[in-house]
C-alpha cells in the first residue's frame, strides 16, 4: 500500500512528511508515523481521476464536487493548505479581467505549441513563450443582447409601426463648401460617359445604366464642388472609371499583380506590349497624361500612381475577407477594421488631384510629416464611416457584414444595431476634430507665403468630406433599401454644428523660421 504512494523523483523528496495520527488519503490508510512523500505531478495526470488528463480543458472544473479534494492540490489541502489560496485566487481573476477588457488573448499562431516542464505539478512552461495581445476596440465591453435587423424596400411603404429615426451626421459649419454642386455637374458627367464609350468601358445598355447608377454628376459635382470646368471634368473620368475598375477588376483580384499594369501607365511607364491597348491601361494613361498637360510634375504623376498603388494592394486585401467571410477575418479587431477600411475608401489618392485643383502640389517633406498622414487619415475615415452609414442595408442584403464598420462594430460588440450607429457616429465626430487640430498644427509651421494655399487645400479637403456625405444621402444605389431594428428604420441627414466655430491660425516667428522650406 505504502508503495503505491511513494514516488522516488528529486522534486517530491524534498519536503516529505510524517503522519501524526492514522489518515485516509483517497482511499489509502495510512498509518499514524509513517514518512510519506507525494508527486503531486502524478495525482494531477492520474487517469483514474481526470479523463484525459493530457489535454487541456477548463470545463472540468466545473463541478467541483465531481472528485476526489485530494485529487487537485495546487496550494495544497487540510489544516496545511496555503494561507494566501483565496487572495491569490481573487488578484488572478482581477488582473485577468483587466486584460481580456482591452485586448484579444491567444498564441501567436495555429502550430504554436508551450513546452510544460515534466513533473510540475502546476503545469509550468519549460520558459518563456509567447503570446499575441491585439487591442480592442472601444466597442461595449459586455454584450448587450442583439436584437433582429430587418431591411425594406424603400419602393413600398413601412409597416405602421416602425418610426423613422433620423442619424445626424454633423460638420461644423466652414465644412461646407460654399458652392454645394459643381455647375459643370451634368456637362462633366456626359463627357465622362462618352470617353469611356471611347475606350470601350461602356460594353452594352446595362453597363452604361450601371455607370449612371453612380451618379457621377454628383459623385463629382459634390466633393469637387470648387473646382474649374476642366479639373472637375477630370476629376470625374478619373474617379467614374475607378469605380468601375474596381467593380470589374479589383473585386475579383486574388492578388495585386493582377491590377498593376493600370496604375504603371498611370504613373508614365512602360507596360508590356501585349497590355498596352487594355481599355483600363489606355484610360490611366489619359488621366496621368492629362494632368500633366493641366501643370502637374512628373514627381506630383508618379506620387499620385503610388498612392493609387497602396490603395489597390488594400482594396484586393479587403475583397479577400469580404469573400471568405467571417473565416476571413479571423483573430481581426474592430481597430484594425476602421485602418483598412479608411484607406480603401480611396480619400488618400483623392487628395492628390485636389492638390491640382486649388492650383498646388504639396511638398514632399509635407506629405511625409506624420501629422500630414494623420490628418488624411482622419478625413479618410469620415468619408468611410459615413459610406458605411448609409450602406448598411445594402451590405445586410448582399450579406458583405464583414466590411460594413457598423456591422462589423456590432458583430464584435454583440450589441445592437443602433448601440453601433451611435458608437460610430462618435468616431466620425472625433475624426472631424481631429482633423482641424491636425490642420492647425500644419499650418503653424507652414511658411507664410505658403501658408494661404495650405489653408485653401485643407478647406477643399473638408468640402471634399462634406460632399461625398451629401453624394452617400442622395445616391440610388444607397436608397433601395432602409434597415430597420426594434421598429425603428434609420436614416441619415448632413447637418451643421451651429456651435462651432473656425479657428484663426497664427504662428509666431520661431515658428516660421522652423517651419517647412516650401
Known amino acids: 500500500m505504502l508503495e503505491s504512494l511513494r514516488v522516488y523523483s528529486p522534486l517530491a523528496n524534498q519536503n516529505p512528511r510524517t503522519t501524526s495520527r492514522d489518515t ?15 508527486n ?3 495525482i494531477h495526470m492520474n487517469p483514474k481521476e481526470w479523463d484525459r488528463p493530457e489535454e487541456f480543458d477548463p470545463d472540468r472544473f466545473v463541478d467541483e464536487n465531481c472528485r476526489n479534494k485530494f485529487a487537485y492540490l495546487p496550494f495544497g489541502a487540510g489544516p496545511r493548505v496555503c494561507a494566501g489560496r483565496n487572495f491569490t485566487l481573487m488578484e488572478q481573476k482581477i488582473i485577468l479581467c483587466h486584460i481580456l477588457r482591452h485586448f484579444d488573448v491567444g498564441l501567436p499562431n495555429v502550430g504554436y505549441e508551450v513546452p510544460i516542464r515534466r513533473g510540475s505539478f502546476t503545469g509550468l512552461p519549460e520558459d518563456s513563450f509567447q503570446l499575441r495581445f491585439r487591442l480592442l476596440s472601444e466597442a461595449p465591453s459586455l454584450p448587450t443582447g442583439k436584437p433582429d435587423v430587418t431591411v425594406y424596400s424603400s419602393e413600398e411603404p413601412l409597416p405602421e409601426e416602425v418610426k423613422t429615426c433620423v442619424l445626424a451626421v454633423s460638420y461644423p459649419k466652414y465644412w461646407f463648401a460654399p458652392v454645394a454642386l459643381s455647375p459643370f455637374a451634368t456637362t462633366i458627367e456626359e463627357e465622362t460617359i462618352e470617353w469611356m464609350d471611347s ?9 452604361r445604366s450601371h455607370i449612371r447608377a453612380m451618379e457621377p454628376r454628383h459623385y463629382a459635382g459634390y466633393s469637387h464642388s470648387m473646382a474649374s470646368y476642366e479639373h472637375a471634368l477630370m476629376y470625374c473620368k478619373y474617379i467614374t472609371m475607378w469605380l468601375l475598375w474596381d467593380d470589374e477588376c479589383v473585386e475579383v483580384a486574388t492578388d495585386y499583380s493582377e491590377v498593376a499594369e493600370p496604375l504603371m501607365a498611370l504613373a508614365g511607364e512602360d507596360v508590356p506590349a501585349a497590355r498596352k491597348n487594355d481599355p483600363y491601361v489606355l484610360a490611366f494613361k489619359h488621366i496621368g497624361d492629362e494632368y500633366e498637360r493641366l501643370g502637374a510634375s512628373r514627381e506630383w504623376r508618379i506620387r499620385f500612381a503610388a498612392s493609387m498603388s497602396e490603395w489597390a494592394k488594400h482594396a484586393v486585401e479587403e475583397e479577400i475577407v469580404r469573400r471568405k467571410g ?13 485602418k483598412l477600411r479608411a484607406v480603401t475608401v480611396g480619400i488618400r ?18 506629405h511625409t510629416d506624420p501629422d500630414y498622414k494623420a490628418l488624411v487619415d482622419q478625413a479618410a475615415r469620415v468619408c468611410c464611416i459615413v459610406n458605411d452609414l448609409v450602406g448598411v442595408p445594402k451590405d445586410i442584403k448582399n450579406k458583405q457584414k464583414e466590411s460594413n464598420l457598423i456591422l462589423y462594430h456590432q458583430m464584435c460588440s454583440g450589441g445592437s444595431l443602433n448601440d453601433s450607429y451611435a458608437a460610430i457616429l462618435e468616431i466620425h465626430d472625433k475624426a472631424v476634430k481631429t482633423y482641424d487640430e491636425l490642420a492647425a498644427k500644419l499650418l503653424a509651421r507652414t511658411p507664410s507665403v505658403f501658408r494661404e494655399r495650405m489653408n485653401t487645400f485643407f478647406d477643399h479637403l473638408r468640402y471634399m468630406d462634406s460632399g461625398f456625405g451629401f453624394w452617400h444621402r442622395d445616391c440610388i444605389r444607397y436608397q433601395r433599401f432602409i434597415a430597420a431594428e426594434e421598429n425603428r428604420a434609420f436614416r441619415i441627414q448632413i447637418a451643421e454644428q451651429c456651435s462651432e466655430v473656425a479657428e484663426d491660425f497664427t504662428v509666431s516667428q520661431k515658428e516660421a523660421e522652423d517651419a517647412y522650406f516650401v
Do not use: C, W
Open 199 to 207: 475606350l470601350g468601358l461602356v460594353k452594352s445598355k446595362e453597363r
Open 349 to 366: 489618392p483623392n487628395s492628390l488631384p485636389l492638390e491640382r485643383a486649388v492650383g498646388i502640389e504639396v511638398p514632399q517633406e509635407i
Open 40 to 42: 503531486i505531478h502524478a
Open 326 to 338: 467571417s473565416d476571413g477575418i479571423s483573430g481581426r479587431n474592430f481597430s484594425e477594421a476602421i
Open 24 to 38: 485516509d488519503l483517497g482511499g489509502y490508510q495510512i498509518p499514524k508515523g509513517t514518512l510519506i512523500s507525494m
